[in-house]
């Protein structure tokens, strides 16, 4: 069934936008990722415009990270304040990368810097976590008890310290600040929600248990997507309410299926899984950097239009 | 007196020996939520007083051309091992769709002589006024947008796709592809004898939006607040019947 996109200006399959959303659905509900790194360039594979994919992305991954907040928050495993925290400096990051992203608009050469964000970002976030959590696998197999970690090291020695009480923390609210506004900054240069770098960022540097990362990380999702579609709906009209809920429909089931299959899935074996995709995304990024492209040429609106 | 002036021109025109009377299946072409390509047959027949002139047989183009735009082509180069954007050329003018049906291969019916004044062929209605100098190769700019808009269908050539009928009649069929723009679409269609033009003749077709996709552009143009909010509402409203749906479906 072809469906015709106002905004886009172009005609798709409305069956294989329910289908992309409810893949997409399943891995946010199970990672805690927005899964924008994801179906952005799936948009662009399938003729969407790129602005009208990053813009409209946006509108997706509030309705998949609702639907996932809410499976999560009747099984208590969003950590409100954590969020709260992470979210002031993710707002902030935010309007920030707006302004730094047209800055380097302004000097040319954006869409590169986009790629090599993606790649530099997704290999070196996957590369880590892969050999972290096989190294716990093999950990598990062979001692069979859970890894022993938490140190106290420079991040517990800062002022201003919180209780989290869900994560099971009392550390100084700096890091967190910090975490929330570089993920900001890159959500909004990378134009997606930012939850690939801030679920290892929050597992890694601030210590939170895995089962509460992902609830949380969808929680601030929420409202830096939420900004960013109000700034692309404002600016450059290019939110495609058509596309978005076709998308949606099949993303917040798929949300609802991946959380559950989430729960009954290990920790370590979770966050190979997400390092496996982060890999494999970084990959076919690269790739297309370094080998020939099948045409050279590209078409683009001209400027000052 | 203006009425007396186009008078004085029309009767220093030369007296047309054969002259086109047109018929369109569609005026106009609706965009709706299910639009799938439209289909638009142009036919026609000639008029003459006299009996037919000498000067080679009959032969007729149709072109059906989107409104223009200008486009920005980027080529890209390997620097320091990866591919990245160098340079980039605007083409001034550039049809967003262009359509050539002719009755026989074009350069049969058409002399290059005669495309250069009526600008009929895809080249000629393309308009790249000026590459920057330090662009090597310009014109590969605009092979390469040809290029790109004939593999997606916006660009098409069907040579020999009309049908002539005794020298009077004249049918031809373009589909129009899903991904349109909205605007007039300019319809030509000239008949020739020997490469050279006798008669031309140009009407449109209005191709819009309608329905519930003209209020969505609409709405996110004229209110992208309120747009933006809608959005927004059913993106959140969509993600807790989901949740709520399964908590049902659960127990």
Not at chain 2, 184 to 206: K, L
Not at chain 2, 239 to 250: D, E, K, P, V, Y
Request: with cysteine; aromatic share 8%; hydrophobic share 55%.
């Amino acid at each position: 069934m072809q469906v015709y996109l106002p905004i886009a200006e172009v005609s798709v399959n409305a069956f294989l936008l329910l289908g992309l959303g409810g893949i997409v659905g399943i891995l946010s509900g199970m990672f805690g990722v927005g899964g924008g790194f994801l179906m952005t360039p799936l948009l662009f594979f399938i003729g969407i415009p790129p602005a009208v994919a990053v813009a409209t992305e946006a509108v997706q991954i509030v309705a998949s990270s609702f639907s996932g907040v809410l499976a999560h928050l009747r099984r208590k495993s969003v950590d409100l304040r954590m969020g709260t925290v992470l979210l002031i400096g993710g707002l902030v990051g935010a309007a920030l990368g707006v302004l730094l992203f047209n800055y380097l608009k302004s000097l040319g050469q954006v869409d590169l810097l986009v790629k090599l964000c993606y790649v530099v970002f997704l290999g070196v976030i996957g590369g880590l976590m892969f050999v972290e959590s096989w190294r716990a696998i093999r950990r598990s197999k062979v001692v069979g008890g859970p890894p022993l970690r938490k140190k106290h090291g420079w991040v517990h020695a800062l002022p201003f310290k919180l209780k989290f009480r869900v994560s099971g923390l009392y550390i100084s609210v700096i890091p967190p600040l910090i975490v929330g506004l570089l993920v900001g900054i890159l959500a909004a240069i990378m134009g997606v929600g930012g939850g690939f770098i801030m679920v290892p960022a929050m597992i890694y540097l601030l210590g939170m248990p895995t089962k509460v990362v992902i609830g949380t990380s969808l929680f601030q999702i929420i409202f830096v997507t939420a900004f960013t579609t109000m700034l692309h709906a404002t600016t450059n009209f290019t939110v495609d309410i058509v596309l978005a809920v076709l998308l949606l429909v099949g993303g917040v089931i798929g949300a609802q299926v991946g959380a559950r299959i989430g729960v009954k899935m290990k920790a370590e074996q979770l966050r190979i899984l997400l390092a496996i995709m982060v890999l494999v995304v970084c990959g076919k990024l690269a790739l297309d950097l370094l080998l020939v492209p099948s045409e050279l040429y590209s078409l683009g609106a001209a400027r000052g239009h | 007196m203006l009425r007396l002036l186009s008078l004085l021109v029309l009767l220093a025109l030369p007296v047309q020996g054969e002259e086109i009377v047109l018929g369109l299946s569609r005026d106009e072409v609706a965009i709706t939520a299910n639009f799938d390509g439209s289909d638009v047959m142009i036919f026609g027949a000639v008029k003459r007083e006299a009996p037919a002139p000498g000067g080679g047989p009959l032969e007729v183009i149709i072109t059906l051309a989107g409104p223009s735009e200008s486009v920005l082509v980027r080529r890209k180069e390997r620097r320091l091992g990866i591919w990245v954007n160098t340079d980039s050329v605007e083409v001034d003018v550039a049809p967003s769709f262009y359509a050539v049906a002719t009755s026989a291969p074009f350069r049969d019916v058409l002399t290059e002589v005669e495309d250069l004044r009526y600008g009929v062929s895809i080249p000629r209605v393309i308009r790249s006024v000026g590459a920057p100098a330090n662009v090597a190769n310009s014109e590969t700019f605009t092979e390469a947008l040809i290029r790109i808009r004939a593999a997606s269908g916006l660009y098409q050539i069907l040579d020999s796709q009309v049908d002539i009928e005794e020298e009077t009649l004249f049918r031809g069929q373009i589909a129009l592809p899903a991904a349109l723009t909205e605007g007039e679409y300019v319809a030509r269609i000239f008949i020739t004898r020997g490469g050279v033009v006798m008669d031309e003749y140009q009407t449109s077709i209005a191709v819009y939006k309608a329905g519930l996709e003209r209020w969505l552009f609409e709405m996110s143009r004229n209110q992208p607040f309120w747009y933006g909010l809608m959005s927004l509402a059913i993106a959140i409203s969509a993600g807790w019947l989901a949740s709520a749906a399964f908590r049902i479906f659960a127990r």
